[in-house]
Structure formats: C-alpha cells, structure tokens
C-alpha cells in the first residue's frame, strides 16, 4: 500500500517500519492501561492506518490515543463530523487501501447502521469499536450497558451476517481488537468490537506482545484482472490505484461489480454469497471460553463486562460446593450456537447475567432445551458477585 | 463544441470516449436532461489537460447526477451512500493523497441530506474536485421539493408552492472556506469547462456549482418543459459575478450569479497532515 497523508515520501520508511519503531516503546512490556487504550494499541499492532471519529463518551479515549500515534505510525487520524462521516471515510480509506478504525457509542453506532450495510454489501474491510453505554437515545451517557447485542447483528437493514467480538478484560480489548481486523480483512465484511463502557474505562494489567509475535491477516488483494464482486465466496479486493478501474456500490451489483439492481437472480446470488460466506464458516468463528462445566449442574453463560462478576460468582458457588460451570461468549456473532448446545446438554438451568434486558439469553434459549434464567441488570450498574451466587442458591432470579 | 477542434472533422471513435464505460452507454438520462452536457464537458476537459481515467478517483452520492461517474466514468468509481459523497472521498483523499479525486452530486445530495459534509469538506480545504449538478429538485424519485428549489414553486411535494427559501449552496462553500468556487449553467458550457479545469487543478477544497434543467420533473411545474426553454432561462436570466457585484438584492432576484465566486489558497488538508506527521515523527525521534 502507498503511503497517505501521514505517511513519508518516497526513501522515507514505509508505514511497516513506522509501526515496528513506534511499538519497541509498547512490546514485551507489562504494564497498567485502560482499555479503550488497549483497543487503540491492539488497532496499530494490527497495521490499523486510517482512524476517524467524532467524539463520544465511553469511547473518546481511543480516539485521544490514536491522535498521537497515527502520525507516528504513518497513518491519518481525521476527526470527523459527525459519525456518518467518519464511518464514510473509513469505508473510502479502505478502498484506498488501509485496514481503518472508528469508535463510537450507542447513539453513533446508530448513525453508522447504514454505512454497516453498505460495507457488508460492498465487501468492505473495516473494523467499528462500539464501545456500549445505557440507552436508548441519550441515555445514561457515563454508565456501562450492554444493550447494542442485536444492533450489532441486526442494526443495518437487509440481510447480511455480522462480525462481532466482545471483550471483558483489558487485555482482550487489545487482542480482539486484532482479531476484529483479521476477521474484517479475511471475510471482507464490517467487523465490530462490542466493548462496553466498563471494559473501556477499567484500568488493569496488560502484557502487551511482541509485535512479531502478533499474527495479521490481510485482505485477499489477488490481481487487478480478478473478478471483483464474485467468482468465489470472498473474492479478491481489487483496491483503488490499481488501474482495474473498479466500480464499488452499495447497489445490486454483478459479479464485475456493474449495477444490476432490478433482477431478482442478481441480488439473490449476491446477497446469499454475501451471508454464506460468513455463515458457511460459522463452526470455525465460534469462540466461547468454558470452565468447571465437566461436572456442572447448573451453568452462568455470560459475556463482555458481565462475564467479570459472572465467573467471581461461579468460584464463590464453586467453594460452597456447588457445581456451576462458566461460559463466556467472547464471539457474539455468528452466535456460538454448537458450545451453547453442548453446554445445554450438560446442565439443568443456565443463568444469564447481562447488562440488558435480556438480549443474549434469548438467544441462548433458541439453542438449547434446559431452563433459561435471565439475570438482567440496567442502569449503568455492574451486577456484584452476591446477585449472581443468591440467584444460583435462591434456583431462580435475583 | 464537438472535441474536435483542428480541422481533423467528425471522429468515428472520438478520444473522449476512453473516459467513459462504453458498455453502460446510451446513458439512461432523460431526453432533454442537463446530465448529459456536463458529462459532455468533463471528459473533453480531461480530454483537454490530457488527463488519463486512472488519474482520478472517482466519488459519487445517489441521484441522477452521480450516474455521471457511476456508472459511465471508466476509473475507479465508489458509488456511496447518499449525502455521504464528500465524507467517504476524504478518507480516499487521506489515503491516496497524490490521486485526483473528484465527487460528483446533485443538489439533494450534497446540499440537503449531505450539507453538513459540503461545509466541512470546504472548511477542510481537503483536495477534492466537486461538482454539484443543481437541477433544484429531487429528480431521481419524482420531483420533490429540494433544499435549492426556489420559493413559491410548485413540486409534488409542495402543492401549494414552495414555503422555503433556497440555499445559495456556492456561497454557503465560499464561505465555509473553500479554494475555489465556481457557478456556471448548462448553457455556459465553455467557461464551465474553462472552470472544471480550473477545479481539477486546484490543490484544495474546488466547487463548481453547475445549474441544470430536469426538464421531466422540474421544468413542466414551472413553465418550462423542455430544454430549450430552460436553456433560454439560463441564458437570459444570468449575471456575471463582477457585475452582479454592484446590484442589489432585489435585482438579483430569480437571476444566476455566474462566475468565479471564491478563489484563495490556504495549505490543503492531506498536505498539512502531511507536514504535521513528519514534524510529530521528528519530535518523537528526539
């Protein structure tokens, strides 16, 4: 990829070099770091070039980081608009040919819906952190939620699959942030890290890797003759500045990426593509963290900011004697339905804590046939510890 | 104006055809629609500075005036979301800032949903050539009022005339910044191409408003049902900037001002971000 605006001239070292300079300060290194922080880090160990937002609480941190690092690294930093202007730019920046970020919170992630849409429907790389807080509208703008799980799957209008991973520690925001750019680049699609306000602003311990240590992927760049829209599930990204002259819309488009918006066969064959490109992998996009469930009774499945007092609570159940197992969804979407079913299997109940009202439960119920119990949680208040176990003790709610 | 200026006569495969994707064409524009002329007038001024398609990068919104680029300009194209046009050529911008990028919209996209993107782009003073084909209407979906339609007309959504006021979109750009800035009228079709070079040369945020008739959906409700009578319109009832100058308001009332209405040259955006990275990277070094 050429330089842009932040990058140097030609002699000058590449952006690749930039980043490597610019990590020595961060790699090997244990330290104390908040995480939207992380998540801006792990957006450079990424080779992330391209960041614009507009500011918004919990979120605004990364985009105070990424101001100070994109130039060190080569990279822009654009402080938009509005948040339909800066997911815009990210979608041009990615057909320019940089892996781009933006950050947001509920009221902008829903400013973005349509721009998710178009990325989905134009195969677009790019990764979207939003990092939740209480809603709807303005909400509770400094408190946590986790009440944008179906915006996140469902927030654009058509059909499309979703990417989305969800972090519950520091540490994670930083390593599933890579990850989020990795999935984006792979399946060609929007990908989204779904933090939430209390993961964004804990400040906790971090090891942060060796940048050669940091497996990146990049999208399929094929050759500038390559079909551009079709030909295979994810075709090659034949970007701009390659002299194919490409044709990216947000319309019904054929294999060559020509609009053909009034034939049923055409949107048919490229929207199911656009799906099962993502759906036909889904075994292999699970991603669950499990423990104690060999001997499990009863089961919390959680995820994000809840899954922290979820799995204190399973310990403290755990040293009173009771066999609780712990599930953490860390993929969301696709939805994790095999290891949910497995864990249905296994146990009588499952619990469900999460800062909604009851968003991931109900999908869990689809999947499996035990009892579901919803430990929902508004507010802008983390459940503790003790609401967890004394609903497991009490068998029902808290 | 034919492209063919220096006596070589009638071209069978004329050289401003290379611009174009041959294989979309006849455009789909209706008969009489002011599309036409300015894509006329864009690919014989690329043809002009010897431009080639891959120079440029092409950005368009939705509407009948974004069809201009996609899907008939042979270049990289990204057909957006509409209003958005701007907002996504600057991240294009920012990446590839040695590219020409050059967004064309109409007045619905860029001036209504898309208006807080115009004034920013222009503030910016980010490189990109933009040109905003005013046909004073929604044409694409069936002649509502847009946000440039004149007061007191009659569209299918304002039945009973219009109760608002038009922008004067190319000075809302001269003042939110921009480089340079331009209006110019289907019948003028040599100074606008004289300008749209000018626009493709100019380092910073260039504008060039182009008032076009729909004779479809705009042209019947007010009179003038074909292109010609628009054409006339534009004719007779324009000013030229110098002298519209010294005119007052009440004058200039249902005139166009025509002409260049900005032109300055502050550091373009992507070159300042440009220089401001190199200057952290030095600091960073120390």
Partial sequence: ?398 | MTGNEGGEGIRRAPSHLRYLREGTLPTTFCPGCGCGTVLNCFVHTLDKMGMEPGELVAVTGIGCSSWLLSPYYRGDTLHTMHGRAIAFATGVKAVMPDKRVVVIAGDGDLAGIGGNHLIHGARRNVGLSVFLVNNQIYGMTGGQVSPTTPAGVRTTTTPYGNAEYPFNIAEVVAAAGADYVARWTTYHVRPLMRAMEEALTTDGFAFVEVLSQCPTNYGRNVGMPTAVEALNAFKERSVPAEKACGMQAAELEGRYVVGTLAKRSRKEYTSVLREASEAARRADAR
């Fill in chain 1, 1 to 398: 990829m050429a330089a842009g605006a932040g990058g140097t001239g030609a002699g000058g070292p590449t952006p690749a070099e930039l980043r490597a300079i610019y990590l020595r300060r961060w790699e090997g290194r244990t330290t104390f770091m908040q995480g939207n922080e992380a998540a801006a880090l792990g957006a450079i160990y990424a080779g992330c070039s391209f960041y614009a937002a507009y500011p918004i609480t919990p979120a605004s941190e990364m985009a105070e980081f990424l101001s100070k690092a994109m130039p060190l690294v080569g990279g822009c930093f654009l402080p938009m608009e509005d948040e339909i202007a800066s997911i815009s730019s990210v979608i041009g920046a990615s057909w320019g040919g940089a892996k781009a970020l933006t950050a947001t919170s509920g009221p902008g992630f829903s400013l973005m819906q349509e721009a998710v849409g178009y990325a989905c429907m134009t195969e677009t790389p790019c990764v979207i952190a939003d990092v939740q807080r209480s809603g709807p509208s303005t909400g509770q703008a400094t408190k946590p939620a986790q009440g944008d799980v179906m915006q996140a799957r469902w927030g654009t209008h058509g059909d499309h699959e979703a990417l989305v991973l969800s972090p519950s520690s520091v540490q994670e925001c930083l390593g599933l942030m890579v990850e989020c750019f990795n999935l984006s680049e792979r399946y060609r699609n929007p990908a989204i890290l779904l933090m939430d306000g209390e993961v964004a602003h804990l400040r906790e311990r971090v090891r942060l890797p060796m940048a050669k240590d940091v497996v990146l992927e990049g999208r399929p760049l094929g050759s500038p003759d390559d079909t551009p829209f079709g030909g295979r599930p994810v075709p090659s990204m034949v970007g701009f500045g390659r002299g194919a002259a490409v044709h990216v819309t947000g319309s019904t488009h054929k294999e060559d990426g020509m609009r053909e918006a009034s034939t049923q066969a055409t949107h048919d064959r490229l929207v199911r593509r656009l799906v099962s490109k993502i759906a036909s992998d889904r075994d292999r996009l699970e991603r669950v963290e499990e423990r104690f469930t060999d001997d499990a009774e009863v089961a919390v499945l959680s995820f994000g900011c809840a899954a922290r007092p979820s799995l204190g609570a399973v310990l403290r159940a755990r040293e009173g004697g009771q066999r609780v197992g712990y599930m953490r969804l860390v993929g969301i979407w696709p939805f994790p339905r095999r290891a949910v079913a497995r864990l249905g299997e296994r146990v009588r109940r499952i619990y469900v804590p999460e800062m909604n009202l009851g968003q991931v439960s109900r999908e869990v119920e689809r999947f499996v046939d035990c009892e579901v119990v919803p430990l929902t949680k508004i507010g802008g208040v983390p459940h503790t510890v003790g609401e967890i176990v004394r609903a497991i003790k009490g068998g029902d709610r808290p």
